[in-house]
């Protein structure tokens, strides 16, 4: 039950609440840790749903471009195996810091995930809350970043929609808020 919460035809941004692995799109995002080998939350979810066609493409990632794993802000793409979407787009997001302003390096995993999934064709992204899990970055802060990068880099003609899928009724409200 996705519902359209910014004006303008193209593209549409939505939220929704729910499993980001069920989502039917081009491109699910995965909020990924840097060995790209699979973890808990999201990253555990996708590989778990997906299946062992996006932990090998994941492993070839590790031998060939990223033998040190991706940096944090950064984004690369697999096939999205057994999911209901064409591809995943792995990004892996910073720890937050409250003596460090890292904020630059989370608005780039959706500003990177995006210019990826453009190079693919796709049309429909679905993003996770980056960050906001393990790596402990504060919901309304993360959902204000990731509202306000993907609106800035959402230039009409390239996507159709935009979805945020948040887990939890938390998530869903903070990124509520920040979609206005």
Do not use: K
């Amino acid at each position: 039950m996705a519902a359209a919460v910014t004006g303008g035809p193209d593209p549409v941004l939505t939220r929704v609440r729910g499993d980001i692995t069920g989502q039917h799109v081009d491109v699910v995002v995965n909020a990924a840790n840097s060995s790209l080998l699979g973890g808990g939350g999201v990253d555990g979810a996708i590989h778990r749903a997906g299946g062992p066609e996006i932990l090998e493409e994941c492993r070839a990632l590790r031998a060939s471009r990223y033998e040190h794993g991706l940096p944090v802000g950064q984004a690369v793409a697999t096939t999205a195996g057994r999911l209901p979407a064409r591809w995943v787009v792995h990004t892996v997001g910073p720890v937050f810091s409250a003596r460090e302003d890292r904020s630059e390096l989370l608005a780039s995993c959706y500003r990177e995930s995006l210019r990826v999934a453009h190079e693919l064709g796709a049309r429909t992204v679905a993003f996770p809350a980056v960050s906001t899990g393990v790596f402990r970055w504060p919901l309304a802060d993360a959902a204000r970043i990731a509202v306000t990068t993907v609106r800035a880099e959402a230039r009409p003609g390239r996507f159709a929609e935009l979805r945020f899928v948040l887990f939890d009724e938390p998530a869903h409200q903070a990124f509520g808020a920040a979609l206005g």
